[in-house]
DNA sequence: AATGAAAGCGGACCACGGTCCGTTTTGTCC
DNA sequence: GGACAAAACGGACCGTGGTCCGCTTTCATT
């Protein structure tokens, strides 16, 4: 008899040899990015060295993007866990105001340096990895209402987001716009917005 | 002897049956575009549709993504010219505040409704037709400048403008926020950085 | 009008993302 | 452990974006 818990419909389990292949992929694709980068690895490539079927690849993920966002997420949980808890003034420790622009700064820095990835995991189909984006938006909105701004704290998070996007700043980069100056304009932005 | 300005190198002319081409290919792919959708219009389709071989079309245009933008063009002027010479509170006429929040508006509603395009036109390659984009953030930074704001206005114009890209926007549509409810939060979001 | 070289043209060709479906593996029930 | 259905597999196949290169058109010069 199967342990059931009255619990409602939740998803079916993964059978044996579709796990074993979901690890062996991410594996392959993973040792492939940061080999060859993002823009040189082919669904066909990681396929061979996964040493599975496309169809395989296809069923797990979904498409290309689906694909890359599951190896982005990697990183992504690791920057998630040093927002949670790692040291201050990004992890909790410091006051909110600090912890905000900490995680601009680091926010910004790690869409620069992961810019191929994210861009690649962000289809124009906008189907982004749903947890990876909401992560950043929510701890956001936390830090925001700790800081007793008021208003429409989901979106006026989304807002302040919005202009550290990779696709946003590599547009800057064009233009020769620094780092340092996107940082330096986005402080300012955010002490509008909190009011000092 | 060719009539020759004391004018530092121009750009090369443009050949006849490369003038009547070009017409030839845009025509052909705008008809496409609204007959069938952006997503449905492939390239060698506007090369039968213009008559012409597929390879004229990437000379021309470089790339979907080029040609996309070329087509999308033609409305993104139309807006400028209402911006530039329309009526207020959109165009000259108004106060600058209210100027500003009437191109707010005007453009988030324009990136829905053109938001197909502008997804094909704007690559993750993110070589948006550099004009397009480009008039929206100088005439954001000249009404700042016009209300006195202090600061880096080229980025805050930016920055002010980043939450309404198409993209930002489907991800919260997708949240089932309205268009409405982003107006406001983008309102609120100006006035806070304009300062009232 | 003839001429020659540069610019433009076109469609065969390629690699890639994505789908389809006959075959193989897994896990359950007796 | 045998039998059976469900799930997963793999690779042939398709349409698309993009390139390449031998041929044609344009246009300045005479």
Redo the contacts with the bound molecule.
Sequence with gaps: ??ISLPMADAP?P?????A???ETILAAASRLVDELGVE??????V?REA??????????F?????LMAAVLDRSESAWQASVLSGPPPLGPGAPPYERLLAMGHSRLRLNVTHGALIKAAT?SHGARSRAAASFAIMHLRHLLSELHVEGDLPLLAVALLAPLDIVVVEQQQADDVTLDRIEAAWDDLVRRVVGH
């Design positions: 008899m199967p079916p993964e059978r044996a040899d579709a074993r292949n979901r040189r690895v082919s669904m066909d490539a396929a040493g599975v079927g496309k169809g395989t690849l296809f069923r797990r979904h498409s290309r993007e689906g289809g």
